[in-house]
C-alpha cells in the first residue's frame, strides 16, 4: 500500500501540472501550503524519533548533513523543490541533471520507510504531502516546455517514472539495513525537510510585504499536521518488522 501511494502521489502530482501547469499561483499556493505541514511533521514527528533514541545527542551533525545535502542537490535541481523552475530558462535545467537531484532526494526520503510502524504513518504523509507540489512543477516543466514539440517525450516520462520509483526503491533498500539505524537517517531526512520547508516558507517577498494568503496557507498546513498529530497513536520504541 505504501509503495501504491509513493507512485499515485507523483503521478497525481504530473497530471494536475501537465494540465493546470501554467496557472504559477497555484503551483506556488500548494508549495506554501505542504511546506507548513512538511515542517510540522518534521519539528513534532521526526525530530522527536531522531532525539529521544539512544543516539540522539549525537545525530545533529546528520541533521546539518541533510540541510547541506538538499543545497548540493539544489545545484542539479536548481530549486524545483522550492517551486524556481520559472526564474530559470530551459537550457539551465538539464534533463539529466534533474532526474538525478530528484531521484537521490526522493531515494533518501524512503530509505526510513522500511522502518515506519504504521502504513499510514505522520513521516509518510509528509512525504506524500510534499510529493505534491513537486509532481505538479514538475509536470509543469515537462510537459509543457517551448521546446515539446522538438523533442521526444520519453525522456520526460523517464524522468517522472525514476522519481515515482525513487521512494519505493530507497524504501526496498531501507528492508537490508540494521533498524538500529533508523534515527540517523530520519535524522538526514529531516534536515532535508527543514531546508526545504523554512526556505519556501521564510524566503523574502519581492517587496517586503506581509502576504497574508502565504500565512494564511501555511497556518492551514500546520493545522492540518497537528490534527493529525493529535489522532495519530504514538508507540513506544520498538520495531515490528
Given at each position: 500500500m505504501t509503495v501504491v501511494l509513493l507512485i499515485l502521489s507523483v503521478i497525481?502530482?504530473?497530471f494536475l501540472g501537465k494540465h493546470f501547469g501554467k496557472k504559477e499561483k497555484l503551483a506556488k499556493n500548494l508549495l506554501v501550503l505542504s511546506a507548513g505541514f512538511l515542517i510540522t511533521i518534521?519539528?513534532?514527528e521526526v525530530f522527536p524519533q531522531v532525539y529521544t533514541?539512544?543516539?540522539?545527542?549525537?545525530?545533529?551533525?546528520?541533521?546539518?548533513?541533510?540541510?547541506?545535502?538538499q543545497m548540493v542537490l539544489e545545484a542539479l535541481t536548481k530549486g524545483f523543490e522550492h517551486g524556481h523552475f520559472h526564474h530559470h530558462s530551459e537550457h539551465n535545467i538539464l534533463p539529466m541533471a534533474l532526474m538525478v537531484g530528484l531521484?537521490?532526494?526522493a531515494f533518501i526520503e524512503g530509505i526510513p520507510l522500511a522502518n515506519e510502524e504504521?502504513?499510514?504513518?505522520?513521516y509518510l504523509l509528509g512525504i506524500l504531502f510534499h510529493n505534491l507540489p513537486i509532481s505538479f512543477i514538475l509536470g509543469a516543466f515537462l510537459f509543457n516546455r517551448k521546446n515539446e514539440?522538438?523533442?521526444?517525450?520519453?525522456?520526460?516520462?523517464?524522468i517522472v517514472a525514476l522519481f515515482a520509483l525513487a521512494s519505493p526503491m530507497g524504501m526496498l533498500l531501507g528492508n537490508y539495513f540494521n533498524p538500529d539505524?533508523?534515527?540517523y537517517f530520519l535524522a538526514i531526512v529531516g534536515g532535508i525537510f527543514l531546508h526545504i520547508s523554512s526556505v519556501i516558507i521564510f524566503e523574502s517577498n519581492?517587496?517586503?510585504?506581509?502576504?497574508?494568503?502565504?500565512?494564511?496557507?501555511?497556518?492551514?498546513?500546520?493545522?492540518l499536521a497537528l490534527i493529525m498529530h493529535l489522532f495519530h497513536h504514538h508507540p513506544a520504541a520498538g520495531h515490528s518488522h
Open positions: 497525481t502530482g504530473v518534521c519539528l513534532n533514541s539512544e543516539a540522539g545527542s549525537s545525530l545533529g551533525i546528520f541533521v546539518i548533513a541533510g540541510v547541506l545535502l531521484f537521490i532526494h504504521h502504513q499510514l504513518s505522520p514539440s522538438k523533442t521526444s517525450p520519453y525522456p520526460s516520462l523517464l539505524l533508523q534515527p519581492k517587496n517586503h510585504n506581509i502576504d497574508w494568503m502565504k500565512i494564511g496557507l501555511v497556518i492551514i498546513g500546520v493545522s
